[in-house]
């Protein structure tokens, strides 16, 4: 297969133990022989495993990309090895010449589209785009194998992101994290390893947070603006990660933000420091700065979630081939969204605990950080 030379050079295969497992299985089952899949998840080099896994089990591709967060080097070698690669106007163009059966969709880009048998959505911010859709949805991002990628791989990403950036010293250094959640955890616990002094900014009327207990970690208010403006004064690295546009949008805030010393950088994927502060004034112009690495999250920490991914798209084709009566008599809407089913789910993690190399990472992560963004 033209992705085998770069992946055995790449990467060992305990760092995609769940790709692996699945092509393993689909190259005999084959439950997308004849299908046209879209698949939409960013463009780098470890997206080749589940592209791989995904030919294996049958199917025939067309690459969806986003127009930014991507690797141009990849999507180039992939045009020239003759595989079509769309953005969301050109895969609607498509879609009038030929429909596509699937589309296993990121940030919901492809969510305009109608394929025969429904979507697979990989993260939560694409949500939005399917509350009302037709179609079934299954959302990854909304069960507890997504945690892997969010709490584990996007806050080492950050820290990698940052060193090859050129700040490598976070040893006792004021660090302000906005957002508690999987991704803000993550991020807190990457800098902790890292000796960094963490502050989080959060909406405590959440409730209290046991990983940030646990580890000592003082939390302010984010209604509370005198106290954040007066963390991010002291600051020598800000980061957000609250999963909300504009969330760090207010006048007094955003003025200390532009006065600031503190490096800042944005880990979601909307542009949560609003329009106040300019783009050149954040790392990456606001985009999420693990997408300035050429892997922007470790294969080993994202291959579950690109597993359960595509995993759900034959979950979808198997429903259908059950029909719609069957997924009525579980009380589950044959449209919009929904969760990944807990059995896939505990497959995944099993195989990724046994056979992967992250395995007491992920014990630590289910034990101790949050669930909810």
Known sequence: ?????????????????ALNSLMAHWAKTRPFAGMNLLVGT???????????????????????????LCDFKIVEMLKGWGFPVLDASQALEQERLQAFDLVLDCAGQFARLSPRFGFVELTRSGVQFYQDSPKPVYVADSGIVKRIETSLGTGEGYVRAMKELGFKDFKEKPC?????GKVGSGIVLQLLREGACVQVVTD??????????ANGVPVTDCNDVAAVVSLVNHAD????????????????????????????????????????????????????????????????????SLALHAALGEQLVCEAAA????????????SGTRNPPEE?????????????????????????????N
């Open 42 to 68: 960013p463009v780098f080099r470890n997206t080749f495993l589940q592209y791989k896994a995904l030919m294996m089990g049958g199917a025939k591709l067309w690459i969806g990309r986003d127009t930014v």
């Open 204 to 213: 405590t009327s959440f409730g209290a947070n046991p990983f940030l207990d």
């Open 1 to 17: 297969m033209v992705f085998d030379s770069i992946i055995d050079s790449s990467y060992s295969r305990r760092e995609y133990p």
């Open 176 to 180: 302000v994290v906005f957002g508690s």
């Open 344 to 372: 896939l789910e505990r497959e995944i993690l099993s195989v990724t605990l046994q056979d992967g190399l992250i395995g007491p990472e992920v014990c630590e992560m289910l034990g101790g950080l949050p669930g909810d």
């Open 237 to 304: 690295y800000v980061v957000t990660a609250t999963g909300v546009k504009g969330a760090l949008d207010v006048p007094e805030l955003a003025a200390a933000l532009m006065e600031s010393r503190a490096v800042l950088a944005n880990m979601g994927v909307e542009d949560e420091y609003g329009p106040k502060v300019p783009a050149e004034r954040v790392l990456a112009e606001k985009h999420s700065l693990n997408f300035v690495l050429e892997e922007p999250t470790h294969l080993k920490y994202i291959d579950a």
């Open 323 to 334: 029909g719609a009566g069957a997924i009525a008599n579980q009380n589950v809407s044959w």
